[in-house]
């Protein structure tokens, strides 16, 4: 099982954009969900899910990101990217891939394949 590798963090001011990448290995990405999580360290606050794109490409955002995050996946790359539009400072986070997971009733459900994740910082 390969580990899934995220890039694309930066600093960025507020209001730019950042895309993320996240590569998986092909037997974990094609047939399963994909979701994107971020944590703030020192804040105290959970990791948060952020999107989810399942394998029939459908999605979920959180209303935090909703309409300025878009997820896409890339099967024949084994990627799943994150674009992240007119970000604030409240984005900054550790953003994490999540890979091999499962979407029902509106919940998603992790795996235990987790990247090392990539950090952004938005300065205000």
């Known amino acids: 099982q390969v580990q899934p590798v995220e890039s694309g963090g930066d600093l960025v001011q507020a209001g730019g954009s950042l895309r993320l990448s996240c590569v998986a290995s092909r037997v974990t990405f094609r047939f399963n969900a994909i979701g994107w999580y971020r944590e703030a360290p020192g804040t105290g606050k959970q990791r948060e899910l952020v999107?989810?794109?399942?394998?029939?490409?459908?999605?979920y955002y959180a209303d935090s990101v909703k309409g300025r995050f878009t997820i896409s996946r890339d099967n024949g790359k084994d990627t799943v990217y994150l674009q992240m539009n007119s970000l604030k400072a409240g984005d900054t986070a550790i953003y994490y891939c999540?890979?091999?997971?499962?979407?029902?009733?509106?919940?998603?459900?992790?795996?235990?394949?987790w990247g090392q994740g990539t950090q952004v910082r938005v300065s205000s």
């Open positions: 999540n890979v091999g997971g499962s979407w029902s009733s509106g919940s998603y459900y992790s795996s235990n394949d």
């Open positions: 999107a989810v794109i399942n394998s029939d490409r459908s999605t």
